[in-house]
């Protein structure tokens, strides 16, 4: 069955389904299903929309059903460290630190009367692939990196988390944290000494989210930023070390996790990022996926 991949979701229960039906999937118990497709959810369900526990209700419904596969996002994974306790009893596997708390508030506060349903669905987060590839395809919530993702089919042999959570997650000090990081979390680039650029909040930044499917060798720090940098830096030629990127003749890889902005399109012909931003007034986007070998932008549909 061909696949419709859906970005991230953010707790917007409305666009979801609204992009369900747009796709022609009907009611069909908790959620939804097509006659002849499935869908595939590239994580970040929760966190900053209205409705988390919503589209929880549906995304789960449609796994368990059939009527749809789901790999794990930031926030699902941030959740599952920030609700388990440290091995010494002392805090929390992800610090209840203030900002920590504010990505997760809006969902703390959907559920704050029925914990029992949040511990539920914590539990089926972790049983939620990290990745996911298919003979034509690969789906990832940020970035599919080799490397990562042998490190990972190494020690996970079915590409959940291990259960218990081993408390190295809680920082990025072992090869196999550091691995699970880079794909729920994506790359970053560090500038160059001296240099630095203001992101669109206007916090000042020394590292950038690089496009990991793009060749650095001979690119400018511009043509490697997901989001753009300053004036200083858009000419800047790359001198780090770091070549290893995800070459034209990969398998196609669905994602999300970029906050894009704007009509929704492709980066590549094998490369599609889903995260069109729904939770800052953007929009839910889909691919529908028939096997091309050439990815078409007229197949993303946006709600
Ligand atoms: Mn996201």
Redesign the pocket.
């Known amino acids: 069955m061909p696949y419709d991949f859906i970005g991230?979701i953010?707790g917007h229960a409305d666009a979801l389904e609204q992009l369900l039906r747009r796709l022609d999937y009907r009611p069909d118990g908790d959620g939804y299903r097509h006659p002849a497709r499935r869908a595939f959810f590239v994580?970040?369900f929760i966190d900053r929309g209205p409705d988390s526990p919503g589209v929880l209700r549906t995304v789960r419904a449609m796994v368990e059903s059939g009527a749809a596969r789901a790999v794990m996002?930031?926030?699902e994974y941030n959740a599952i460290l920030y609700h388990t306790p440290r091995p010494d009893g002392n805090g929390y596997l992800r610090p209840h630190s203030a900002k920590n708390h504010a990505q997760h508030a809006a969902t703390l506060e959907q559920f704050r009367d029925r914990p029992a349903e949040l511990a539920d669905y914590l539990r089926w987060f972790r049983t939620l692939p990290l990745y996911y590839e298919e003979t034509d395809f690969r789906a990832v919530?940020a970035c599919w990196h080799p490397l990562s993702i042998g490190r990972l089919r190494e020690r996970l042999p079915d590409d959940r988390l291990p259960d218990p959570v081993p408390p190295e997650l809680e920082a990025l000090e072992t090869p196999f944290a550091r691995a699970i990081d880079r794909v729920l979390k994506g790359p970053e680039f560090d500038l160059p000494h001296g240099h630095s650029f203001l992101d669109k909040d206007g916090h000042r930044r020394l590292a950038l989210r690089n496009k990991w499917w793009r060749d650095p060798r001979g690119a400018t720090y511009g043509d490697l930023s997901v989001h753009g940098t300053g004036p200083e830096l858009e000419s800047l030629l790359y001198t780090g070390e770091d070549t290893d990127y995800y070459g034209v003749t990969e398998k196609h890889v669905f994602f999300?996790?970029y906050?894009l902005r704007g009509t929704p399109t492709l980066f590549r012909h094998n490369v599609c990022c889903l995260?069109y931003s729904v939770?800052r007034d953007g929009q839910l986007v889909a691919y529908r996926f028939d096997g091309e070998k050439e990815l078409e932008v007229n197949k993303l549909v946006a709600v």
């Open positions: 991230d953010h994580g970040d996002g930031n926030h919530h999300g996790h906050w995260d939770a």
